[in-house]
């Protein structure tokens, strides 16, 4: 029987064909971020600047890239004019990890960390070989600081554990704050022109505005700042400062630079043996059964 093969002329004729049926790619699209300075207001005399960061990425829409904001928030940054500090801020994923903002007109911070830490080896015999297998737990820390005196303090802590068997252990010393207001109140500053400064920087055609903070004047950067998606908001030029008669840049440090040294808590990571003792029931006897039959049904 012979077998029909399609023309050589059909080649072209598809390819010019998938010209027009497929759509072209535009390569102008870049992901990236916006930053604007939406509220400056005064904490104890320092000054506390609300910063509004939109996230875009790129996404395919009828054959061409197009921008699409992925991520809205906004961050709360402190300062008493010779340093910064990122307090935190609200919305996602700000909300999960580092949650700030106003309760009963005081400053609050959250700081939010999960990990996994291996617990207990256990030793298995199969088929006449031991084998150890690492039981792994998870752990969730929620620590809650409040602003007094120039420093943040540790007021509550709380950490909860939850092993493979579906035990969870919590470990508070106090009730955790998680309703907390964006600020209110606002701070109109002066503004003030440096050109030359800011296009040394990168930010042209922006203005900065003049703060009185507790120790010197700031400078907070008022314009709308896009910056590639790689740049952390640490490096954003936002806030300055004045030395020497020179306008520099004030780096944002963590939060963990401005906690007090003493602290009002006692909390401490329960113990491995204790938690053992709590956990060892049936449900954790049914976790190594089905461990072993796994091992056993596969070797």
Known sequence: ????FPSPLLVPILLFSLMF?????????????????SSVSQVDGWI????????YICE?????????VDTVNSYLILTDGRRAFLVGGFGPPLDWTMPAGFLNDTLYAVRISTYRET?????????????????IRNIRVEEVYRFKDDCF???SKCIDITYPNGTSLKNCNDTLIKLFEPPTSKLHGSRIREKRFMTRLGVVNSSLTAFKAKNRVVLVNESVITVPISMSIRDVPLIFGIENGTIVKLPIEPLQKITC????????????????????????????LLLFLMLKECS
């Open 48 to 55: 506390l600047v609300e910063v509004s960061h939109w996230s």
């Open 261 to 288: 040294n003493k602290t009002r808590t006692g909390t401490n990571t329960p113990s491995t043996s204790s938690n053992l003792t709590q956990i060892c029931g049936p449900g954790f006897v049914l976790v190594l």
């Open 21 to 37: 049926l497929c759509p072209v790619v535009s390569a102008d699209c870049s992901p990236h971020e916006v930053y604007s300075v």
């Open 1 to 4: 029987m012979c077998k029909r």
């Open 119 to 135: 617990y207990k080896n256990v030793t298995l015999t199969i088929n006449g070989k031991p084998r150890s297998f690492p039981l």
């Open 153 to 155: 303090e540790l007021v």
């Open 60 to 68: 395919m829409i009828a054959g061409e890239w197009v921008e699409r």
